[in-house]
């Protein structure tokens, strides 16, 4: 005998909210999009014609080579040091206990559940107050502060779960600490160090607050190009700005993509059974 399942009202009330918030979203991007490509879209339902024009107009108008550029040289160094940092700094918290250690934790996780605009105006001031503000180095340096915490947030289940009895197996043998970390240890810890470094280069591409702070007029990545180009005097086409925001839309969903290809969300809260020593 089959029972049938019958959803309670509230059931269809959070359903239907859902659906007409994701509908509403669905709407704002495609209006994006279409605009992007249309001609003379006023007072009908959809433009008179298409064309491709504005993506070459937002092209050169916004000068986007060179901001994708630094863009892209900024997630770079960003994830690139965060992982040097942030590597080491996860394996002590996942094998050495002392004092203070969920202290510490918790302040790793202040930068990242705060808005970045509360510690970023005065991270920009200091910045500025040493003349590194309004440069490709204040950038990154800013967008290092919620990235390495990160890092070592999500590479410390990474690193709980590999058996630390490998390790001292291989120091019995003989191998030096920088052999153990080198030839053991690397090579388990590949996908946790990419999928820690594809969510810091989504993390960077979006972060708006930090990078608006310290960005110089050749140091400003998509995002505050972006808003530049939407709040800067003068008259710009609105399919311009459109066809702009569209390749940052695409951007970062290429982004996400990749990042959910890699990422396991299971192993960013695994945590494995302390090993009594």
Known sequence: MRRRIVASPGAWVVWGLVAVFFAGLAGVIGSVVVNSFGVRWFDTWLPESYTTQWYGQAWTDFTLLPVLTVTLLVC???????VLVGVPAAYVLARRKFPGGRLLHLLFLLPILMPPITYGIPLATVLYKYGLAGHLSGVVLANLVPSVPFVILTMTPFIEQIDPTIERAARMCGARTRHVFGRILAPLLVPGILAASILVVVRTVGMFELT??????DSQTLVVALFYSMSAAGIRAQQSVDAMAVIYCVMMLVLLVVALRFVNPTQLVARVKEDPE
């Open 76 to 82: 770079l160094l960003v994830a690139g040091i965060s």
């Open 212 to 217: 608006f702070l310290t960005a110089g007029p």
